[in-house]
């Protein structure tokens, strides 16, 4: 540690000052100037104390003349970070840990060595892709979200589209013959493309969970709206890469996947997604009767066993049955899918009863309620949405109670939620 004379000691800022004036320099201008100066200082901050904390993970290590292995190095030059709240400026502190083996040296988890975008602004190029910004619009699109200065080129945005497509062919051919899915959810997410005849293309996406509870996409694909023959092409090139039969299929009953999936996978079993159902079933009933028809259908898929579902499903027949035939037919032709999750586990219910693992995932942009318009090719639509994908499935928790899915894959019998031990003749 260094040595000062008394009257250098007092001249030392003490650390009252120093918060005094951070406190000082941050406060100051805009409240855009304002948040980027605390974000910027605090990054630096953070880096710091990272560094620090390698150096002295290593403090004990010396060499022959008694010095420590490990030190400080200066700072790096100067580097721009484009971040959701403008640029930051900020030098990276540096470290002399040569002596170490190259697998202790010290890389920084804050700010990786060519890290010049945050994520954020990764994931928010495909977003403004999605709402029909051209390619050479971006950087004036940028710029009024990160600050003057601080868009992103046409050749940069070419460079990174070139980049997810590879990424996404890649992705495209991934093998499945390690994995094993419990359970899948399907859906269709509609968009506009330029080179579609019709104007409207159909995305076609599968997510599974596998047998450690983590979900994944499986399929981002592009099909003729949700028929038959889209989907058999789909089923079919993940059962070539591998992809072993589903226990359980959740969608909505109005797509030809279940065509494909009887052809295909014809042991996985069926369920309805029941805010689809709802959606069906409201539509066919006036709208002063909407807020007690949705309770009466929650108290059918909130039903603690089947025998109490059915009792329920009953009920709401026989209130709307005579004035409303179309609704309760619109239950009733597929009771027995909307029924099938009481052969599973209790803990799944709330996950595979309905389709939300899809629904909440594109909700952000709402492809599923506004299609987008002037979107460019199928096939950079396609890997928009992989690239968003990929990005919300970072996030995602694993399924609750997902030490039961080895059960599921097991074939183990479960009624009304409840494991069930096999009779043995």
Not at 258 to 280: D, F, S
Request: charged share 30%; net charge positive; aromatic share 10%.
């Amino acid at each position: 540690m260094k040595d000062y004379t008394p009257e250098q000691k007092k001249n030392q800022p003490t650390e009252e000052t120093l918060t005094e004036t951070f406190y000082a320099e941050l406060f100051q201008g805009t409240l855009e100037e304002i948040a980027r100066k605390g974000a910027q200082k605090m990054l630096q901050m953070a880096m710091e104390a990272e560094l620090t904390e390698h150096i002295e993970k290593f403090a004990h290590l010396k060499d022959e003349q008694n010095h420590r292995i490990v030190n400080r190095n200066g700072h790096g030059r100067e580097r721009t970070l484009q971040t959701g709240i403008g640029p930051l400026t900020i030098k990276q502190p540096r470290v002399d840990d040569r002596q170490l083996a190259e697998e202790k040296r010290f890389e920084s988890m804050i700010l990786p060595k060519y890290l010049r975008r945050a994520p954020s602004i990764d994931t928010l190029i495909p977003w403004l892709y999605l709402k029909g910004v051209s390619t050479g619009d971006f950087s004036d699109a940028l710029e009024a979200i990160l600050g003057k200065g601080n868009g992103v080129s046409a050749n940069t945005v070419s460079r990174l589209k070139k980049q997810w497509a590879q990424e996404y062919k890649e992705w495209c051919q991934q093998d499945f013959n390690e994995k094993e899915y419990a359970y899948i959810w399907v859906d269709g997410i509609y968009t506009t493309h330029r080179d579609a005849e019709d104007k409207k293309g159909c995305n076609l996406v599968i997510i599974g969970v596998n047998e450690t509870g983590d979900k994944e996409f499986l399929s981002i694909n592009s099909g003729i709206r949700e028929s038959v023959i889209s989907w058999k092409e789909i089923l079919v090139n993940l059962k070539k890469r591998g992809l072993k039969t589903p226990k359980l299929a959740i969608g909505d009953g109005a797509m030809g996947f279940w065509g494909a999936l009887r052809k295909i996978y014809p042991q996985t079993r069926e369920q309805r997604c029941w805010v689809h159902k709802t959606m069906n079933i409201l539509d066919k009933l006036p709208k002063k009767y909407h807020a007690n028809a949705k309770k009466q259908i929650h108290e059918i898929y909130f039903a603690p066993d089947r025998q109490e579902a059915e009792k329920q499903m009953e009920l709401f027949i026989a209130t709307y049955d005579d004035k409303y035939p179309k609704a309760t037919q619109c239950l009733l032709k597929d009771k027995e899918e909307l029924l099938t999750f009481y052969d599973f586990p209790a803990k799944h219910f709330q996950h595979i009863r309905t389709t939300n693992p899809i629904e909440s995932t594109f909700s952000t942009i709402r492809l599923r309620t506004k299609r987008m318009r002037n979107c460019g090719s199928r096939e950079t639509t396609l890997m928009m949405l992989y690239k968003l994908a990929m990005e919300a499935q970072k996030g995602w928790r694993k399924l609750r109670g997902y030490r039961l899915i080895q059960d599921v894959l097991d074939n183990k019998t479960f009624k009304d939620g409840e494991f069930v031990e096999d009779i043995v003749a």
